[in-house]
C-alpha cells in the first residue's frame, strides 16, 4: 500500500481572510452579534485576519451583510 505523508500539503500555499467589521449589528439577532464577537471584532472598523478554511468561511457567510472580506496569500 503507497504511503501518503504529506502528499500535496508542502505544494499548497497557507491563505488568509483579513476581515473588516463595516455595518453595526444593533437590530440583528444574537446569533449574528455572536459570530461578530467570535470572529474578534471588538468595535466597528476593526479587521482580523483568519486563515482560509471552511469554518472560518462559514461564519463569515452568517454574517455577510456586515463585514468586507479579503483574500490574502501567504508568502512567495
Known sequence: MAEKRGKGRSEKKESK???KWVKSSIGYSQRQKATIKSLGFKRLGDTVEWK???VTRGMVN???HLVEVEELVAGN
Do not use: A, E, F
Request: a positive charge; hydrophobic letters at 35%; charged letters at 55%.
Open 17 to 19: 481572510l483579513r476581515i
Open 62 to 64: 452568517r454574517v455577510r
Open 52 to 54: 482560509d478554511d471552511p
